[in-house]
């Protein structure tokens, strides 16, 4: 992270009174920034039913994560909340807003919601595994009907 900044690692702790205090401020900022791909995304679509906006919204979520190294800090994120709680409550509270987000600029169903979300963690794995473009069997099942940039 400081690397990319162009900053020294020690520079890069300086604001913090510890590591966690850190860890939770790299995903508070990841969702800062998702929730402004999804604004945008909900911005562009080309029309007002729930569908058109989700899709608009996915695809704009995948055009971020794409070229950028936000999706491995929320992988770690993720990964992390399972045995760190200031971790956790921050990964929790971002999904919260985004999933309230998502629901209310969309106007989807639950399901249609839900969907959106399983689908961008889908996303995710197969972007982890680098298996998008693999033509196996299984990696053609799973990548069926999403697009990744």
Request: overall charge negative; charged content about 20%; proline content about 4%.
């Amino acid at each position: 992270m400081a690397k990319a900044a162009g900053i020294s690692q020690a520079y890069a702790y300086r604001p913090f009174p510890n590591k966690e205090a850190l860890s939770t401020a790299v995903v508070e900022h990841c969702f800062t920034r998702v929730g402004a791909a999804l604004e945008e995304g909900a911005a562009d679509a080309t029309g007002s039913e729930p569908q058109q906006v989700l899709d608009s919204m996915g695809a704009a979520y995948a055009r971020l994560i794409s070229d950028d190294d936000l999706m491995p800090i929320q992988l770690h994120a993720q990964a992390a909340a399972v045995s760190e709680p200031a971790i956790r409550e921050a990964v929790r509270a971002g999904y919260a807003r985004t999933v309230e987000y998502v629901r209310g600029a969309s106007g989807g169903s639950d399901e249609q919601v839900q969907q959106f979300f399983a689908v961008g963690l889908l996303c995710h794995l197969l972007s982890s595994l680098d298996a998008v473009g693999e033509a196996a069997p299984w990696t053609r099942t799973l990548t069926a009907g999403i697009t990744h940039y």
